[in-house]
């Protein structure tokens, strides 16, 4: 099996920053796009950024210029890097991966369980 492990959570002023992590582990032979979601108490999960196998990123209007995505294919992990962190970027964040397993076809999406992000002064 496939396990996607956040961390990095916490909470933060506003103007603060936080880096997550999230750790890809099992039986992966490959992953292309990585990605983190958030969802906020009342809203839809909503897409934050992305980042293809080959390093192409995109991002949310609303955390452009704020956020980066990057990642290493060695560990297996995706980090998100939130500067100038706002009382509206409170959510629980999630990743979310495209993953090929050893000894099967096709490809898997899986999720982590998700890490709080708290801003607040």
């Known amino acids: 099996q496939v396990q996607l492990v956040e961390s990095g959570g916490g909470l933060v002023q506003p103007g603060g920053s936080l880096r997550l992590s999230c750790a890809a582990s099992?039986?992966?032979?490959?992953?292309?796009?990585m990605r983190w979601y958030r969802q906020a108490p009342g809203k839809p999960r909503e897409l934050v950024a992305a980042i293809t196998g080959g390093g192409i990123t995109d991002f949310a209007d609303s955390v452009k210029g704020r956020f980066t995505i990057s990642r290493d294919n060695a560990k297996n992990t995706v980090y998100l890097q939130m500067s100038s962190l706002k009382p509206e970027d409170t959510a629980v964040y999630y990743c979310?991966?495209?993953?090929?397993?050893?000894?099967?076809?096709?490809?898997?999406?899986?999720w982590g369980q998700g890490t709080q992000v708290t801003v607040s002064s």
């Open positions: 979310n991966a495209d993953v090929q397993r050893r000894l099967s076809t096709g490809w898997w999406g899986y």
């Open positions: 099992g039986s992966i032979l490959s992953i292309n796009a």
